[in-house]
Each structure stands twice: as structure tokens, then as C-alpha cells.
């Protein structure tokens, strides 16, 4: 671990760094600017000072070379024009110094000796050129000669000894400019190697301070967190560093601690729970073998009870038929006594057959066209609802998966409610309706009947459960359990609508095919109402309805609704 580093945050540290480095990079950029500044004044001289006044010194010295030669010409010859070369060196020498002067302003050395050099100039001119034309033009040129003397050549040396000291001069200058330059320069490259020196020594110190002050903390703390990590709770993170590192490290523990206590509690729940699961999966366990016991003892029962009762059940009839009215008026309604309950025990034991066989004996879920299903229920109801003058209709239904046989007893069931607890004197009206509701076909059958109170809503789905006395409304019970079971098998759920003005509603889902999910946003034909005993045309209905005129010709059963048919291999039930 590393040691704890004073109490400075890490942000003031590098701020701290970086002030430091800026001002010195600060400081030295502008002594660069500084010398910088002096250098191209230096340069500036050498450029466009010492140089040009050089050059013009070397024009100083023709000019008065010039005027030399023009007045030896001039004493030889005595013509005018060889001082033509005299007048220009004179108006070029003040041209030359004039222009020199403009130089001079940081030179006064250079200046003294340029007024030296005019000084001999004009001596010079005064005592030797100035008498050498007078004389020549008024002597002649012997006389003009005759004055230029070995002295006159002495006066003439001691100007360009005065010019050849202003060019050492100047060249001095130029010289001391240039060394000046030279100094500056290497300053500058001294100044720049200083700041680079600054800048690798504060990254140097950053990157060890980063590697001190943040990279081992966090590795430290970062082995700490996969010991925690790797399920060592209980370990103490502690972190060490700057305050902003000792207060993460005190975060991270705190986490630490809180996780440890919900994996604590997580640990107690589950343990709690794996308890109460195992005890669920006993009794699970315990409720599939009692449930399979009971579905065994009901099927066996009701087989074994079968025989006996078909006996009692023909013995009773056969003394009925052939005793009757040969006994008294009791006698005669005990054997009718026997007769009844032989008969609904026969019903009941049936009915408990097929509850028991809802699930257990499968055919495997094929599509089922309901409206086809429809078409045998209608047929299977027609002498009921012949008897009861009711009208049967339904709406165009779906095709769902399922098993018909079983479907078949679902639908019957209601349609046989729906006529078996009608009002006085109405005639009973059934619809069969369907609508898609997100994932599932909602189905519902509705009629004009008595209706059914909300409080005893849910009761009658109970079996053997009744709302009324076997002599006001025949039945076992059973028949809304064996709806129940059969939507439950399917995957769907069956309540009472009681919000209906009228009658009874009860609704049943059924899962729908994908692909009718799908068509769902596609627009609708219109649905078709079919009523039962009508031929609904091929061209209209997609998948052909039956005619339900065809138990037309069936005899009329004057003794009231059959209580019971055949669809497929299951029994119809009426509750």
C-alpha cells in the first residue's frame, strides 16, 4: 500500500503543479519575447544600418577619388569639361553625407568620423583644387601643374586616411551588431531548451505524482473490490491517497456493507423460500396423487355402479309396466320414486364420467371451425328448441385450436342453458358471438332467459352446485363445471357478464392463431348473423355451414327438453 500523502486533494496538487509551471513558462516566454525583440533590433542595424553605411562609405571614397583625378586631368589638359567628374564627386560626397547622416542617430562614433572626413575634404578642396582651377584658368595649365605638389598629395592622402577610418569604423560597428546577435540568438536557444527543460521535469513529476497519488490507490483499491467480488463480504476495503480517494474507498466499503447485508437477507429469504418450495412440491405432489386417485375412483365408479343401477333401474320399469295400476296409489308412486332416482343416478354417474374425462383422454387440438361446431350443436338442440319455440343465432366465428368433440359439448352446454332456464311464456332467444381481444377470441353466449344474480355469479361454475330445486328447472349440476373445465383445458377463462340489461351473458376465451392475430389490423367483412334451421350460401360464409333444417323431420318430444345427446364420443350435458 501506498503511505497517505499530507492532506492536499488531488485536485489542489495539480492545480498547485500546473500554477508553478505556468508562471515559469509564462516568465521565460517573455524574456524570449524580450530578447527576441532586442535580436531583431539588431538585425534591424545590421540590415539596414551598418550595411548601407558601408556601402555608402565606399561611395564616399569614389567621390572624392573622383574630384582627385578630375583636377589632375583638369591641370594637365586646362579644358572645362574634365571638371565635369569634379562637380558630380562634389555633389555626390554631400549627397553621400547627408544620406549617411540620416544612419547616424545610434552611431556617434561613426558620425565624428564622418565629420572628419569632411573636414579634410574641405581643406583639401580649399587648399589644393579650388587654386589648382583658379590658376589654371588664369595661368595656364604649367601653372596649374606646377601647384600640384608632392604637398598636395600629402592633403589628398589624409581625406581617404580619414575615409578608410570611417569605413574601419563603420565595419566595427557592424561587427559588434553582428556579435550582438550572435549573443541574443543563443540566449533565445537557451531560454527554449530551458522551457522544454520545464515542461519534460513537470510531466515528469505529474506522471510520478499520478502514479503515486492515483494509479496505486485505485490498483490497491481495485484488488480490495475483487476480493470482495470474488465473495469475500466481510473484507474491509481501506483506501489510502488523497481525501477525494479515502472518501471513494469509504463509499465503496459502505456499499460493501449494505451488500452484504441484502445478500444476507437474500440468503435468509431463499433459504426460506427453497423450505416452502420443497413443502409446495410435497404437496403438489400430494394433491397430483390424490387428484389422480380421485379421477381413478370416479372413472372406476362410475363404471362399477353402472350395472347395478341398470338393473334396479329395468327391475323398477318392469314392475312398473307390469304392475301398475294392479297395486295401490302409493305403491304405484314409490315404484315411480325408485324409477326417478334410478334414472337421475344413471344421469349423474354419466355426467361425472365425462367431467372426469375433460383432459384426460385427448384427441390432441386440431383447427376447429366454430361455425361448423355451431352447425352440430343446432342439430343436436333442435327438438328442445323445437319444444321451447326458441331461436338459435350466431355471428360469424373463428376457426381457434382445439378439440371439436369437446368444444362441441362446451357450446351445447350453453345453448341448452340458455333454452332450459327461460321466462314464462317468452320465447327464448341465443346468440353466439365472437370478437378479437389482443391475443385471444372472447365468445359469448347470450339469451332472454331468467338470469343469474352477481352474487351468485361465480357459484354456478361450482359442480353439483344448483340455484333451484330439481322439480322447477331437471338437471345434475354439472353441466357450467364441465364448461369451466373444458375453456380451462383450452387455455381460457369463463365468467357471468352481469352487466347485461337482459338475460344472462357468459363469456369464454380462447387463445387466437397468430395468423388471425395478424389479419386482425386488415379491414373486416362485415359478420354475418346465421340463424339455426337457415342455409347459409358457400359464396357468402367462408367455410360452409350446415343446414339446420335437418332435424326438422325428428318427431317432437311432447314429454319436454331432452336432457341429454350424444357429440362425438362425449356425452352432452344439460345442467
Same mark, same amino acid.
Given at each position: ?335 315411480? &320414486? ?16 365425462? &367431467? ?107 359442480? &353439483? ?111
Amino acid at each position: 500500500m501506498t503511505p497517505v500523502v499530507g492532506g492536499w486533494s488531488l485536485r489542489r496538487r495539480v492545480i498547485t503543479l500546473l500554477t508553478v509551471v505556468g508562471v515559469l513558462l509564462i516568465g521565460l516566454a517573455v524574456a524570449e519575447a524580450a530578447i527576441a525583440a532586442r535580436n531583431r533590433t539588431q538585425i534591424d542595424a545590421i540590415l539596414n544600418q551598418t550595411g548601407p553605411l558601408r556601402v555608402q562609405s565606399q561611395e564616399l571614397l569614389n567621390a572624392v577619388l573622383d574630384q582627385e583625378t578630375a583636377i589632375r586631368g583638369y591641370a594637365v589638359s586646362g579644358d572645362p569639361a574634365d571638371l565635369a567628374p569634379y562637380d558630380a564627386g562634389l555633389n555626390q560626397e554631400k549627397a553621400t553625407v547627408t544620406a549617411m547622416r540620416a544612419l547616424l542617430h545610434d552611431y556617434p562614433q561613426i558620425g565624428q568620423e564622418l565629420r572628419i572626413v569632411e573636414e579634410r575634404s574641405a581643406q583639401w578642396r580649399e587648399t589644393v583644387a579650388e587654386p589648382v582651377i583658379t590658376t589654371t584658368q588664369r595661368d595656364g595649365t604649367r601653372a596649374g601643374q606646377a601647384l600640384v605638389t608632392e604637398q598636395a598629395r600629402q592633403r589628398f592622402d589624409e581625406v581617404r586616411s580619414a575615409v578608410d577610418d570611417l569605413q574601419q569604423e563603420i565595419l566595427a560597428a557592424r561587427e559588434q551588431a553582428a556579435d550582438n546577435v550572435r549573443s541574443s540568438s543563443n540566449v533565445l536557444v537557451v531560454l527554449l531548451i530551458v522551457a522544454a527543460l520545464v515542461v519534460v521535469v513537470a510531466g515528469a513529476v505529474l506522471l510520478l505524482s499520478l502514479d503515486r497519488m492515483v494509479v496505486k490507490p485505485l490498483t490497491g483499491l481495485a484488488d480490495q473490490v475483487r476480493e470482495v467480488a470474488e465473495g469475500d463480504y466481510q473484507h474491509r476495503v481501506a483506501t489510502v491517497g488523497p481525501p477525494e480517494f479515502i472518501r471513494l474507498g469509504d463509499d465503496v466499503d459502505a456499499m460493501r456493507q449494505k451488500i452484504a447485508s441484502d445478500l444476507a437477507e437474500v440468503r435468509e429469504a431463499r433459504e426460506r423460500i427453497e423450505w416452502v418450495n420443497s413443502q409446495l412440491q410435497k404437496q403438489a405432489e400430494e394433491l397430483t396423487r390424490s387428484n389422480r386417485d380421485l379421477e381413478q375412483f370416479a372413472y372406476v365408479a362410475s363404471h362399477d355402479l353402472q350395472e347395478p343401477l341398470r338393473k334396479v333401474a329395468s327391475f323398477c320399469q318392469l314392475l312398473q309396466r307390469r304392475y301398475a295400476g294392479q297395486l295401490d296409489e302409493r305403491a304405484d308412486q314409490y315404484i315411480a &320414486f325408485a324409477v326417478d332416482g334410478a334414472q337421475r343416478m344413471q344421469r349423474l354417474i354419466n355426467d361425472l364420467l365425462a &367431467f372426469s374425462r375433460i383432459g384426460r383422454l385427448t384427441t390432441g387440438f386440431v383447427d376447429v371451425d366454430l361455425n361448423k361446431v355451431m352447425g352440430d350443436v343446432a342439430g343436436q338442440t333442435e327438438a328442445a328448441r323445437q319444444y321451447a319455440d326458441a331461436e338459435l343465432t350466431w355471428t360469424d366465428l373463428p376457426v381457434i385450436r382445439g378439440e371439436e368433440p369437446l368444444l362441441t359439448n362446451l357450446l351445447a352446454n350453453l345453448v341448452s342453458n340458455s333454452i332450459k332456464f327461460r321466462r314464462p311464456d317468452v320465447p327464448p332467444k341465443v346468440h353466439i358471438s365472437a370478437r378479437l381481444v389482443d391475443a385471444e377470441w372472447e365468445i359469448s353466449c347470450q339469451d332472454n332467459g331468467i338470469g343469474i344474480e352477481p352474487e351468485f355469479a361465480d357459484k354456478i361454475f361450482v359442480i &353439483f352446485q344448483r340455484l333451484h330445486s330439481k322439480d322447477a328447472y331437471p338437471g345434475t349440476g354439472i353441466g357450467l363445471a364441465i364448461v369451466k373445465k373444458i375453456v380451462e383445458y383450452h387455455g381460457g377463462r369463463v365468467w357471468v357478464d352481469t352487466d347485461v340489461p337482459e338475460g344472462t351473458a357468459i363469456r369464454f376465451t380462447l387463445p387466437a392463431r397468430p395468423e388471425d392475430v395478424e389479419a386482425a389490423a386488415d379491414p373486416a367483412e362485415e359478420p354475418q348473423e346465421v340463424t339455426a334451421g337457415e342455409t347459409t350460401p358457400a359464396d357468402e360464409v367462408s367455410s360452409a355451414q350446415p343446414e339446420h333444417s335437418a332435424g326438422a323431420d325428428q318427431p317432437d318430444r311432447a314429454d319436454g327438453p331432452p336432457e341429454s345427446g350424444r357429440t362425438g364420443d362425449m356425452r352432452e350435458t344439460v345442467g
